[in-house]
């Protein structure tokens, strides 16, 4: 099997570049400014699910051992799903709009008419809330879309009764030589037990591939960019996360022939994490990884479902800094929420993987500190 290092960071890259520009922060929110957060989207296609099953004789204790996101070396040992709550597997009835709201609602699309509307949702803390997506709504030569609008893609708050727009992104440059290089393929909003106000999913279709992001309402009521926990680390962006409570990952296995085994083709349920702000797998931690690489085999950066000496000495230095881990040298669920919960203590950039870096730092150094 040949290295891989490359791919790992061809899929990261693409995936981050495409998606959104901004970094990953976890701990806070952004603070109420008249500023507009970035905004990032991307696409739906589910397939069915795959069963998978852990090996039961290798890393199925890796389980999540600390709730909070500093040092502890007291709290016990708990299973990956206790932190979490899990999802109803179920599309959630539409809400019924009242007159004045159905009114706005048509007054909007009057206002936009030929384009798509999503909404609006009423939220109990932020009002309500509707999206409008401008055409081109997919990628492809123009006259298959029969539009040539720049794609766009807004947002919208009902204030004083008239509609405010907020939340904005536009491909400007993307209507080049008869082509439509990238546009939006949907807006929803779902909702997720355990988290209570409707989270955003917006999809977008581009020459690179299809690609979904999840925002929530931040504490200034604009749609705020939430990565996503997977079963490989932490990502920006799923295949699909739908309504049903369900996603659909981008597997590495789309490049590559022979995929880490934290990988999964198909759907899987979903939840969310109180802790990190995040939508993550409803997997238990026996059932996270269908086998474990050899870390030499994988490469950097390291992800979830590998194994080797690189990993028990970061465990080792983890857990010399109060973290309450086992240094097993198997890298499962526990470790990754772990590893999480340092980068964010470190003000690093929050993967859930070991970046060449952070090995140097924690395996050689294993102080717990730096910044690497």
């Given at each position: 099997m040949?290295?891989?290092?490359?791919l790992?960071?061809?899929v990261?890259?693409a995936t981050?570049?495409?998606?959104?520009?901004?970094?990953?922060?976890?701990t806070?929110?952004?603070?109420?400014?008249?500023?507009?957060?970035?905004?990032?989207?991307?696409?739906?296609?589910?397939?069915a699910?795959?069963?998978?099953?852990?090996?039961?004789?290798?890393?199925?204790g890796?389980t999540?051992?600390?709730?909070s996101?500093?040092?502890?070396t007291t709290a016990?040992?708990?299973?990956?799903e206790?932190t979490?709550?899990t999802v109803?597997?179920t599309?959630?009835?539409?809400?019924?709009?009242?007159?004045?709201?159905?009114a706005?609602?048509?007054d909007?699309q009057?206002?936009y008419a030929s384009s798509r509307?999503?909404?609006p949702i009423?939220?109990?803390?932020?009002?309500?809330r509707a999206?409008i997506?401008?055409g081109p709504?997919?990628?492809?030569?123009?006259a298959d879309?029969?539009?040539?609008?720049?794609?766009e893609?807004a947002?919208?708050?009902w204030?004083?009764?008239?509609w405010?727009r907020?939340?904005?992104i536009?491909?400007e440059?993307?209507?080049?030589?008869?082509i439509?290089?990238?546009a939006?393929a949907?807006?929803s909003?779902?909702?997720v037990?355990?988290?209570d106000e409707?989270?955003?999913?917006?999809?977008?279709?581009?020459?690179?591939?299809?690609y979904v992001?999840?925002?929530?309402l931040?504490s200034?009521?604009?749609?705020w960019?939430r990565p996503i926990i997977?079963?490989?680390?932490?990502?920006?962006s799923?295949?699909?996360?739908?309504?049903?409570?369900?996603m659909?990952?981008v597997?590495?296995s789309?490049?590559d022939?022979?995929?880490?085994p934290?990988e999964?083709n198909?759907?899987?349920?979903?939840r969310?994490?109180?802790?990190?702000?995040?939508i993550?797998?409803?997997?238990?931690?026996?059932?996270?990884?269908?086998?474990?690489?050899?870390?030499?085999?994988?490469?950097?950066p390291l992800?979830?479902?590998?194994?080797g000496?690189t990993i028990?000495?970061?465990?080792d230095?983890l857990a010399?800094?109060?973290?309450?881990?086992?240094?097993d040298?198997?890298f499962g669920p526990?470790?990754?929420r772990?590893?999480m919960r340092?980068q964010?203590s470190?003000?690093?950039?929050?993967?859930?993987?070991?970046?060449?870096?952070?090995a140097?730092v924690?395996?050689e150094?294993?102080?717990?500190?730096g910044?690497g």
């Amino acid at each position: 099997m040949t290295s891989k290092a490359p791919l790992i960071a061809l899929v990261s890259l693409a995936t981050l570049t495409t998606a959104c520009s901004s970094s990953i922060s976890l701990t806070d929110e952004p603070t109420a400014t008249l500023g507009t957060p970035e905004t990032t989207i991307v696409s739906t296609e589910s397939s069915a699910p795959e069963q998978t099953s852990a090996p039961s004789d290798i890393g199925s204790g890796d389980t999540d051992t600390t709730e909070s996101s500093t040092p502890e070396t007291t709290a016990p040992e708990q299973d990956a799903e206790s932190t979490t709550t899990t999802v109803e597997s179920t599309v959630p009835a539409e809400p019924e709009l009242d007159p004045e709201i159905a009114a706005a609602r048509d007054d909007l699309q009057s206002q936009y008419a030929s384009s798509r509307l999503y909404g609006p949702i009423v939220t109990e803390r932020c009002g309500v809330r509707a999206g409008i997506l401008i055409g081109p709504e997919q990628w492809g030569p123009l006259a298959d879309s029969e539009d040539s609008r720049i794609p766009e893609a807004a947002m919208f708050n009902w204030v004083d009764g008239e509609w405010v727009r907020t939340d904005h992104i536009s491909y400007e440059s993307a209507t080049q030589n008869g082509i439509a290089a990238a546009a939006f393929a949907s807006i929803s909003f779902i909702n997720v037990d355990g988290y209570d106000e409707p989270l955003l999913v917006r999809a977008e279709s581009t020459s690179d591939g299809n690609y979904v992001t999840t925002k929530k309402l931040d504490s200034n009521c604009r749609w705020w960019d939430r990565p996503i926990i997977t079963l490989c680390g932490v990502n920006r962006s799923a295949e699909e996360v739908t309504g049903a409570g369900s996603m659909t990952m981008v597997p590495q296995s789309l490049f590559d022939e022979d995929p880490l085994p934290c990988e999964r083709n198909g759907s899987m349920s979903i939840r969310w994490n109180p802790e990190f702000q995040m939508i993550e797998p409803a997997v238990s931690g026996a059932d996270w990884c269908s086998g474990y690489l050899s870390e030499i085999e994988a490469g950097y950066p390291l992800t979830p479902c590998t194994e080797g000496a690189t990993i028990s000495a970061v465990q080792d230095a983890l857990a010399a800094a109060g973290y309450n881990i086992d240094a097993d040298g198997f890298f499962g669920p526990g470790t990754m929420r772990t590893i999480m919960r340092y980068q964010q203590s470190q003000g690093l950039e929050v993967t859930g993987r070991i970046s060449a870096d952070l090995a140097l730092v924690l395996g050689e150094d294993g102080s717990g500190g730096g910044d690497g």
